[in-house]
């Protein structure tokens, strides 16, 4: 009933809409005026202009095409089944040291490398990378504004986050 064209841009775009209803139902509330509905109104707008940012990175982050594969991200730990391609594999969050972007075929990969050097390949239009995004968020010291630009630069290769040297203890080095 709803054109493919339109079901794919609310798709993508959906939630990015939806967040900006809640900035407009924030405003309406702080409109009414009133000591409790205008500090809510605040409240409320300003949850929808934090949710708009990370909605908008999301779907800057989505990017469509038929690239071969399937990603799935379960229980902190991202899988590719890589439609014979020799390109699939499986990296934990927590073993991973370093997140590439590479161009290579005509189309964008994620390079994701582990601690023992194993590298995992997955095209960035592949089916379910767009999980990927939430994965990503819970690095620590990831700027997700600065990956999600890198998708839009047409570069051979971009390094965009690298894990902290760690010692055998856990706890980062000693800086001297």
Excluded: C
């Amino acid at each position: 009933m709803i054109r493919p064209e339109l079901a794919a841009a609310l798709g993508r775009w959906g939630e990015s809409f939806a967040a900006g209803a809640s900035i407009l139902a924030g405003v309406w509330l702080w409109s009414l005026g009133g000591l409790i509905l205008q500090p809510l109104g605040i409240l409320v707008a300003l949850v929808g202009a934090g949710w708009a940012l990370i909605a908008l990175r999301r779907a800057r982050f989505l990017r469509t095409g038929d690239a071969p594969g399937l990603l799935e991200f379960d229980e902190g730990q991202i899988g590719y089944y890589g439609a014979g391609q020799g390109l699939g594999g499986y990296v934990a969050l927590r073993e991973l040291t370093e997140i590439r972007l590479v161009r290579m075929k005509g189309g964008q990969h994620w390079r994701l490398k582990d601690r023992e050097g194993q590298a995992i390949l997955i095209p960035v239009a592949a089916a379910g990378a767009a999980q990927l995004y939430d994965a990503f968020s819970t690095l620590p010291g990831i700027d997700m504004g600065a990956l999600t630009a890198a998708l839009d630069r047409d570069l051979p290769a971009q390094s965009l986050w690298s894990r902290a040297e760690q010692d055998n203890s856990g706890m980062p080095p000693a800086r001297h």
